[in-house]
């Protein structure tokens, strides 16, 4: 671990102090159990007083000596320091008794140890002001004295799922742009308030139920509320803007992972014992308990799903983002998701990947073409016993479709030839659109494969969506592939703006109307034309994009089929949500629709996605 607050990041130290002056923060306000400027010259300065009532210290940028506590946690890797709280408090439930101290070095202090400490009052924002977050109250610069050791650590506060409200958050200040930083806390109301007013201070979580997997970076997700939009596998469900899932809480832990390797857990998994420690605030997941003691996982034996094998008059179509899968990859990753097409999805007979990458990978040379990364994939799919996979692509101008700079990425069809035929119209290039005409009594391609409206801005540094005809038993079917922009630059949930801003999604939106108005022109030439718009859509099902996508009934969501504990792909900081889909045209009226979880649940992933499958009888 070597980060300030993961073991990814690289520290950037924001003084609110400076925001302030600027007008960008409005939470300075005192409030009762915090100190004015003139009792802190008079009387000595509490860590509660250095919290105060709001998410922004009243003390922030003054110098304030002497404040004591026992400490309760330490940190020797990332950003090294360590917490201390009051044992007596002031009996607000507003004001945390904790607080982090910024060493900048390793701390040569430990828990236990009485001390008091003089410094400088900050506030630090985790990926900097412009990201939205929230910002932890810290002391910086410090001068450490250690009183005595030995001390009994304050007794945690347990977090359970009677102690956080229903309630995620206030809205935000209109005044003061919809922070809601200058709003006193009120902790029985709202669950991000209640978080807040135990920032740094020692909480524990009991046995719980693990709602995100263990991760690269060491951190798995829990919920004190087993019952709050559950799933049958374990899982809590990201239904709504409004659906915020307040018992998620994120864990890692404070001892380094050379001393003691972080527990493996997946989705369902129990976390028996739970966790103790200080409760941080950090870029990655918000409100975070850095684990003293953590307990132990239990396996709960979450398998990987297997779809049904379509019938011989029924048409399988399935969409899987693959993740950059290049010929750099080892062989394990191509023989593995090889061995999910044929295994787990049952070899649909067309297959839309997402995030294959040039011939290269990631080496920035001008190459494009993706012939030896997909000959190397169906050749692993043939070699687990799959069928020969046919495919078909354009290839994109170098680095002009975003993803890893090199990498270019774009979506693919494989598809069976035993069982489908594709109609080839050549002529479809990076920057040349696809069209529609009537051909007899049918809805027909220009180009196949072909771009769709490339030229637009939409499109800009972004996936252009694929689309290509094919035939199955003698009837033709337009499928889309899409991979749109990505959620980055979106905030958090945890931002200090609520509701946060979703910056992203207006890219999307662009998209998803470009892609509606091109299923338009399709239905205007035929309104019987079965077409699939499928691919990492990365929005919800109740999104704008999904709305879009689907204005003037000229598609259908297929995920809302599934019963709404089952519409996941994705698992985010514990949410379980909807990123990747497969909307039909009207014709296609009767189907059956399969999210296939084998990944997004998993500490093991050969993808972070799950793919999606629909089967029909055109």
Partial sequence: MTSRSLPRTTAVATLLTTALAAGLLTGTASAAGSASADDAAAAPVRIHDIQGSTRVSPLAGKQVADVEGIITGVRT????????????????????????????????????????????????VPGG??????????????????????????????????????????????????????????????????????????????????????????????????????????????????????????????APLAQQPFPKANVGDVLSGGATGPLDFNQYGGYTLTAQSLGKVVDRGLQREKTRKQGKGELAVATYNVENLDPTDPQEKFDALAKAVVENLASPDIVALEEIQDDNGAKNDGTVSSAATVKKFTDAIVAAGGPAYSWTSVDPENNKDGGEPGGNIRQVFLYNPARVSFTHRPGGDATTATGVVRSGRDAALTLSPGRIDPANAAWTDSRKPLAAEFRFRGEPVIVIANHFGSKGGDEALTSHHQPPVRSSEVRRLQQAQTVNTFVKGVLKADRRANVLVLGDINDFEFSATTKALTDGGALRAAVKSLPRSERYSYVFQGNTQVLDQILTSPAIDDFAYDSVHINAEFADQNSDHDPQVLRFRP
Wanted: overall charge neutral; hydrophobic content about 30%; cysteine-free.
């Fill in 129 to 254: 002001l412009n990201s939205g977050n929230q910002s932890l109250t810290q002391l910086s610069k410090p001068t450490v004295t250690v009183l005595s050791s030995g001390n009994a650590v304050p007794a945690p506060v347990l977090i359970t799922s009677r102690t956080v409200p229903s309630r995620y958050t206030p809205d935000g200040d209109p005044a003061a742009g919809g922070s809601i930083n200058g709003l006193t806390l009120n902790p029985r109301r709202y669950a991000l308030d209640y978080y807040e007013s135990l920032e740094g201070q020692n909480v524990r979580v009991g046995t719980s139920r693990v709602v995100g997997a263990t991760d690269a970076h060491a951190e798995l997700w829990v919920t004190v509320k087993p019952q709050e939009n559950d799933n049958r596998r374990g899982g809590t469900v990201y239904g709504s803007y409004a659906a915020q899932n307040t018992g998620r809480i994120q864990i890692q832990q404070l």
């Fill in 77 to 124: 890797y990332g950003s090294k320091g360590f917490w201390f709280q009051d044992p007596k408090g002031d009996g607000n439930a507003a004001t945390s008794e904790g607080v982090f101290v910024f060493t900048s070095s390793n701390p040569t202090v430990a828990v236990g140890d009485a001390v008091k400490v003089s410094g400088t009052v900050t506030e630090y």
